[in-house]
């Protein structure tokens, strides 16, 4: 049998254990998992596995890829920021290490609070607490998070936040400190204050220094893109050793200080990152969880052909995790060059995805929904906008209509995708057929996919990617996929579509501008409506994240704000002695 063929029955046995397991609606109507908790891979929702670790030993990560950036200026891959800023790095402001709807509030980090407004949220301040220290022992400054914020300017330091840019007053031609220059706007008058000055009031401000852009980097430590592979530590663990697509190995940073750092626990003595894994092979050591496999925990989702070695095992399944991301996964389509210059033809696109295959190739209703809009659930009042009205399966006489409009018989595309998501690509592909549309799918590794397609020298056609909010807000959402003034020729991140649409861009500027937390979030689903009428992407699937962990392993839990990744503030063992390495 060729691959498509074992895939399509692995993923069909999938959905009929959902279905049969948990008594979920016809996926053909919905999409979508029955409510009341009866999906059987949300059996674990909410829960902490494996109780509280005890301290020590080492925790392994088994992963089928190397990071995309561990630099905090570059670092923007949801479950990266995770790792990152849990470990390696402190931010001004952090998430709460809790599962649930408690993991999304705000608590101060290296800051003593949560940040002090004035001028009408114009000016932010904060405060360091006392006693930081990096990895060598010397005091973490104010001004180190000022480097590092200015740092991400810099236009070889491709692919992280661009919040600073977007926020901060008087930054217009600046590329970074490289060159000795700096940003007025940001000004220390002591080693513990930094005072931001934006170019507008952003209430929500205190959310932004989450991200790993808020995070201390000494200028003296600059390595320019080599900063890559050794960031210098200003979090419970360094880099011993940093073998790129082989190995990361951590140890703990001696003089991080628990009494200044409520949330992260720091419980394993080591962190071991195994790369270059395949997916299935990951999921059947952790399922056998034997040696020291029962102490480690997979980086990248449980790959959908593995869910009927899980679902029906009791004790497999209450190791799987499988919290929504919160996330919706799109369909871009490079809107500018042929074919998808045409709204037409966009349009097309949106009616002739089969949605219902390519939520079976990606693990069926048990780890995903049909998404028919871009803002996903949680920032659109708890369910998605549905304006369009297409049906799962799409409308392939309609597709036909517009392309025929367009005065398109047939035409062939370009289709980039990571190496994880053949199937759910190959099942797109199939559905466009129907209509006339070849697409030649091309994989990508997944440690190099977000910088292959933020080229848009040489962007492809179409691109399969999601977008997260980096925090509850729609701000963080449409105007980071759809402002084309956001395109990057290099190192784009979020708008793959390429989409520069003057309308949209001038009603971002409105929204952003609303004071009426209320008022702005209806601006925000009114104007996704407006965005999937000119069809610049087509919003495919809402999923969750699910991973399996080792017999051995305690604490973890799916963050909601990195996307249902392991929290590794709070991750361990419930017996150090049962590790190896």
Known sequence: MTKRTQLALATALVAALALGASGCSDPAKKGSSAPGGKNPAAANDGKILGGTPAKGGTLTVLSNQDFSHLDPARNWVMPTMDFGT??????????????????????????????????????????????LKYEDGSPIKAQDVKYNVERSFSPDLTGGPDYAARYLAGTKGYTGPLQGKHLDSIKTPDDKTIVFELNRPV???????????????????????QYDARPFSSGPYKIESYARDKKLVLVRNEHWDPNTDPVRKAYPDKFVVVMGLKGGQIDDRIIA??????????????RPESAPKVLPEPDVKARLLAESQGCTTMLQLNTTRAPFNDVKVRQAIQYAVDKDSVLTAGGGPALNQIATAYLPAALSGGAQADTLKI??????????????EAGKDKLKVSFTVSTGDKGRAEAIQQGLARVGVEVVIDTVDPGAFYDVIGDTTTAPDMTLSGWCPDYPSGSTFLPFVFDGRTIKVKGNSGNYAQFKDEATM?????????????????????????????????????????????TNIAGAFGHPVWVGQIDYATVGLKDPAKSQG
Not at 391 to 404: H, N, R, S, V
């Open 86 to 131: 849990r470990l390696l790095y402190r931010t001004l402001v952090t998430f709460k290490a809790e599962p649930g709807k408690a993991g999304s509030e705000l608590v101060p980090d290296l800051a003593t609070d949560l940040g002090k407004p004035s001028n009408g949220g114009r000016t932010w301040t904060f405060t360091l607490k006392d006693g």
């Open 203 to 225: 209430a929500e401000f205190s959310a932004t220094a989450t991200l790993p852009t808020f995070s201390p980097v000494p200028q003296s430590k600059e390595k320019g893109t």
């Open 289 to 302: 969880s034997s040696g020291a496999d029962a102490s480690a925990v997979e980086w990248a989702n449980m």
């Open 391 to 404: 049906a799962p399966a799409g409308d392939p006489e309609k597709a036909e209509q517009l392309l025929k």
């Open 506 to 550: 001038k009603r971002i500027d409105e929204i952003n501008a609303m004071a009426d937390a209320a008022q702005a979030n209806k601006a925000w689903i009114d104007l996704d409506a407006e965005i999937m009428a000119k069809a610049p992407a087509v919003p495919v699937l809402l999923e969750r994240k699910p991973l399996l962990v080792g």
